[in-house]
């Protein structure tokens, strides 16, 4: 037997979609592509949306609409994927990254108070697996420090504080207190990659709440203006007849999406409240098969917040990296496939280079010494996922626990 770890859920209608796409003439950024963004902007109950060819693509363009750049400081977990700090990097300012809370995922908001200073720009808090931060905590925090900030454009002015900007890759579709991921942060970048819920192959999209005094007309031009060269025309507009004339206003950027890639994501946006329920099951099968083992697992449904279920996250609890990475062999050689999230960021050579050393994020390193993530998609049947919590249980069961020194 074989289980795929994240295959994209692809039907007929997708395709469908698509070859109506490249039959129609149109294939880069056009009318699927607007209608995506509007739909999208629906969904998350905001008056814009903005579609990108990533989520990392949102998030720098986000830094750079808020003028964030040299001299600057930007805060992010240490537990993530490289796309949440490397924007920071881009725009030239400063990394800092904060540690986890004890026995959690997400990132220490005691950790996140003591590291903003008067530099500090924006937070960019990571919604992993599927369920939001503790937004409301979060917001306390930088409202505790707004004496500190110190803006540096019209945005940052407006806003009055750190901005917000949600590194939302996992939680389209998610809720945090009665409210849609994209309505609760100052700015949230969804990613629509291949392995995401909903796809577009490759893609994102960036959504913002209402700042007064700000006109959301004028953010999404800036967006236009940033993620296509800042051209003022697009493609769409430039195609009317006598409209060829365009200006070049600033030596921007190339990050737009594809009406190719819309035409997924419409279909796939149709499709989402199914998906969702999809994975809901899944995870209730998880929990209940698992519920009497040596391991903690990420709750993705509480009274206050439902999670968009994309990852499902386990700790071997009392293990390490050699237990784990066993466990994971093993398992493989049963047809299932495995991964984790996340290798610290510290932990990597690049942000090793950077100055940052693993031995200063504990919280973040005890997590990850012992996670596994189970597949979670739509393909599995409910067999499919029996069968992977059969072979997991057999395997914390079979696998040696070799304690050993892990050098950090």
């Not at 995401?196 to 999209?205: D, I, P």
């Not at 996922?385 to 050098?407: F, S």
Request: proline content about 3%.
């Amino acid at each position: 037997m074989r289980v795929d770890f994240s295959p994209p859920d692809i039907s007929q209608e997708e395709i469908n979609s698509v070859v109506d796409t490249l039959k129609s003439g149109w294939i880069t950024t056009g009318p699927k592509t607007k209608s995506f963004e509007k739909q999208i902007a629906d969904y998350c109950n905001t008056s814009k949306a903005v579609a990108m060819n990533s989520a990392t693509a949102c998030m720098e363009m986000t830094l750079r609409l808020l003028g964030v750049g040299p001299g600057d400081e930007v805060i992010t977990s240490a537990y993530t994927y490289s796309a949440s700090a490397s924007v920071i990097h881009h725009v030239g300012a400063k990394i800092v990254l904060v540690d986890t809370a004890k026995d959690s995922f997400h990132l220490d908001c005691n950790a996140l108070e003591n590291a903003i200073t008067d530099k500090t720009k924006a937070i960019i808090p990571v919604d992993i697996a599927g369920v939001m931060c503790d937004y409301e905590r979060i917001f306390r925090t930088v409202n505790n420090k707004k004496t500190f900030f110190k803006a540096s454009n019209g945005i940052q002015k407006a806003i009055g504080r750190v901005a917000v900007i949600a590194d939302a890759a996992h939680s389209f579709g998610a809720t945090y207190k009665g409210k849609q991921s994209g309505e609760v942060a100052d700015f949230t970048c969804f990613s629509f990659h291949a392995v995401k819920n909903l796809t577009t192959a490759e893609g994102g999209a960036v959504t913002w709440k209402n700042i007064d005094g700000i006109d959301n007309e004028e953010i999404y031009k800036q967006f236009m203006l940033l993620s296509l060269h800042g051209q003022s025309k697009d493609a769409l507009a430039k195609s009317k007849l006598g409209s060829w004339e365009y200006d070049i206003v600033a030596p921007y950027y190339k990050c737009n999406m594809t009406d190719i890639m819309a035409s997924l994501g419409l279909v796939q946006l149709n499709r989402y409240p199914e998906i969702l329920e999809r994975r809901r099951q899944i995870i209730e099968i998880y929990n209940k098969e698992l519920k009497d083992k040596n391991i903690q697992v990420l709750g993705h449904y509480n009274d206050n917040s439902s999670s968009s279920g994309h990852l499902y996250l386990v700790r071997l609890l009392g293990k390490d990296e050699v237990y784990r990475n066993k466990v994971i062999e093993r398992m493989a050689k049963k047809g299932v496939a495995t991964n984790v999230h996340y290798k610290p960021l510290p932990m990597h050579t690049a942000y090793k280079s950077l100055g940052f050393d693993i031995n200063d994020y504990p919280n973040a390193f005890d997590m990850y010494r012992n996670e596994i993530t189970l597949p979670l998609h739509t393909l599995l049947s409910d067999s499919d996922v029996e069968y992977v919590c059969e072979c997991l249980k057999m395997e914390i069961d079979e696998v040696p626990n070799r304690e050993v020194a892990i050098a950090r």
